[in-house]
């Protein structure tokens, strides 16, 4: 089974990690971690940058069974580029399962994935989704036939285990939810925009630009 997963500068790190880590513990799984070149993207800006390497160009990558795309500022830029959203949109002629995590769902919405589709993205980033074309929803997992958006950053763990009980069944994603030891406890209640004041927000608007 071959799980793309695209990578690129301006990246949200957990975006990818956080699902990769649960797939990659699927029976069978063979991780393609794609670039639009090969060789290392950073994750994040400067100091809180984390260096990722490509494998794969877009070029060597025509098929998956699974797409993974995450997001971060980076997706900005990238939804006007034509070759990606075109690669986006050939990958999904192909797989079985097509996800994004966070505003990898704007990504998905510009190559034309989610066309009068409800889906997810992080809070921040809601109307742009609508923009381009997708019929935004504030749940944490979407499932639209074999398109799932997560929201943002960490609900890519979740969808992560969403993925992995529709491919492996529900015990296999326990077993794995298992192994990542994944049982939260926020030290908050402040994880969603719904449960936030009009200052949290704008605070964490302002963390994310800096």
């Given at each position: ?5 695209f990578?690129?500068?301006d990246?949200?790190a957990?975006?990818a990690?956080g699902?990769m880590?649960?797939?990659?513990l699927?029976?069978?799984a063979e991780?393609?971690?794609?670039g639009k ?10 100091a ?7 494998d794969?160009?877009l070029g060597?990558v025509?098929?998956a069974?699974?797409?993974?795309v995450p997001?971060?500022t ?24 097509t996800t ?7 990504l998905?919405?510009a ?7 409800p889906a997810?993205t992080?809070?921040?980033?809601m ?12 749940r944490?997992?979407?499932e639209e036939?074999?398109i ?5 950053v960490?609900s ?7 993925l992995?009980a529709k491919?492996?069944?529900?015990d296999?994603?326990?077993?794995i ?6 049982d939260?406890?926020p030290p908050?209640?402040a ?5 936030a004041?009009p ?8 963390l994310?630009?800096?």
């Amino acid at each position: 089974m071959d799980i793309a997963i695209f990578v690129f500068d301006d990246m949200t790190a957990l975006d990818a990690i956080g699902p990769m880590e649960v797939v990659a513990l699927l029976p069978g799984a063979e991780l393609k971690i794609v670039g639009k070149q090969k060789g290392q993207v950073r994750a994040g800006k400067g100091a809180r940058s984390l260096g990722i390497v490509a494998d794969y160009a877009l070029g060597d990558v025509t098929a998956a069974d699974v797409l993974i795309v995450p997001g971060g500022t980076g997706t900005r830029a990238l939804v006007n580029d034509d070759a990606l959203t075109s690669w986006i949109k050939n990958i999904h002629a192909t797989t079985r399962w097509t996800t994004s995590v966070c505003t990898g769902a704007l990504l998905l919405a510009a190559a034309g994935v989610l066309n009068g589709v409800p889906a997810t993205t992080h809070w921040a980033a809601m109307d742009l989704l609508k923009k381009l074309g997708a019929v935004p929803t504030d749940r944490r997992v979407v499932e639209e036939g074999k398109i799932i958006t997560a929201a943002g950053v960490s609900s890519g763990i979740d969808m992560g285990l969403t993925l992995a009980a529709k491919i492996a069944g529900e015990d296999v994603a326990k077993a794995i939810q298992l192994m990542i030891e994944y049982d939260p406890e926020p030290p908050f209640d402040a994880g969603a925009a719904s449960k936030a004041s009009p200052e949290l927000r704008k605070l964490a608007i302002e963390l994310i630009s800096s």
